[in-house]
């Protein structure tokens, strides 16, 4: 699909840069046959005057004023029109392009969430059937469920950042600011972390008493997303820091790990809907490209923003203020 994706635009560009090479030589040999025609009747003016003409003299001027005020008028709206072109050629294919990079973004959305759906609900329905015909011990049986568990609030994210992102893409979400206590919300976050990933190291630290004006659903969505994301780029060796404090009258959260990193020409990009670093071939960790979409919408919907650095020695920053 993502080939036959990439062989349509390579189609369009060659139909493209055809018109418009074809648009340029048109308007060039419009150009060049106008010329000739003033020259023509620059010649054909000058071959009618007698030369015994007294006003001959001012004739003369006269034509080569017509001639000169012809040649700029030409030159001039050539020009224009040259100029509408291009910029017109540069915004259909600034168009095109994008238009094309997105239904590729979300043919690979379409697969990913495809994927990302269909094993939880597989593993899960797996699971119950093994409880329900084996006989496990009670160390097993609790393995069994706890995975299961992972499974299904896995799939209950995934179709909370589905549900949430189209609703707020829609404008069609409505907000429920309360004012809470964020240093609560945070810790609550990281013990949720701390229990469905027990083998990650999660360094937080909080300062406490933050009260802020925000919606609870969005803002544990941002702070699970960024986490997540953390867990799915970072080798599993490596510590994870959650932070929340204040500085300049603002609230900072900060989520850091010790991964490779985000290239500085993609980040702009990561926050884009369904925008996924690199392709399909080479991608290790499952995603759909929505997580940090969501999380600079939650960012701005709580009149904030969120940025992206380097980590030393390496690794990656996120850091919402607000
Ligand atoms: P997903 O994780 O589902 O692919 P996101 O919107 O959360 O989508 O992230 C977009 C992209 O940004 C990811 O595909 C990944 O390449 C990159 N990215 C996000 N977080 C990190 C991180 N902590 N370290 C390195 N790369 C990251």
């Known amino acids: 699909m993502i080939r036959s994706s990439k062989k349509g635009f390579a189609f369009i560009t060659i139909v493209y840069w055809f ?24 010649r054909f003016r000058f071959d009618e005057l007698k030369k015994d003409d007294p006003a001959y003299i001012q004739k003369v001027e006269n034509i080569n004023d017509l001639k000169r005020r012809k040649d700029t008028q030409y030159i001039g709206e050539g020009s224009i029109f040259l100029l509408v072109i291009l910029i017109g050629a540069v915004f259909v294919y600034r168009a095109t392009r ?17 994927h990302e759906l269909k094993t939880p609900i597989a593993v899960t329905q797996l699971n119950l059937e093994t409880l329900q015909k084996r006989k496990l011990d009670e160390q097993q049986h609790q393995k069994i469920i706890s ?6 609030s896995r799939l209950n994210e995934l ?9 707020l893409e829609a404008g069609a979400y409505e907000l429920n600011k309360q004012r809470i206590n964020l240093s609560d919300l945070v810790k609550q976050c990281a013990a949720n972390f701390s229990q469905r990933f027990p083998k990650r190291n999660l360094i937080l630290s909080v300062l406490e008493n933050i009260f802020c004006e925000v919606d609870d659903i969005l803002f544990t969505m941002l702070v699970n997303n960024l986490l ?17 404090f204040s500085k300049d009258k603002k609230t900072w959260l900060l989520v850091a790990d010790e991964g490779p990193g ?12 369904f925008y ?5 071939n080479t991608r290790k960790a499952k995603g759909t490209g929505l997580g940090l979409y ?6 701005e919907d709580h009149n904030g923003r969120i940025e992206v650095g380097d980590h030393t020695p390496n690794g990656t920053v996120f850091t919402v203020i607000f």
């Open 228 to 244: 997540e994301n953390a867990v799915k780029y970072s080798p599993a060796e490596k510590d994870i820091q959650l932070k929340l």
């Open 159 to 167: 179709s909370n950042n589905i549900l949430v992102s189209s609703q």
């Open 294 to 299: 969501l999380c600079k919408k939650i960012a």
């Open 147 to 152: 995975q299961t568990l992972e499974e299904t």
């Open 276 to 280: 996924r670093i690199g392709s399909e």
């Open 262 to 273: 985000i290239p500085a020409n993609e980040r702009k990009r990561i926050f884009q809907r």
């Open 98 to 114: 994008k238009q094309f990079r997105l239904s590729r973004q979300q043919q690979n959305f379409l697969m990913a969430v495809t």
């Open 19 to 42: 018109l418009l090479l074809y648009i340029i030589a048109a308007l060039v040999w419009w150009f060049i046959s106008l010329q000739q025609q003033n020259e023509m009747m620059y």
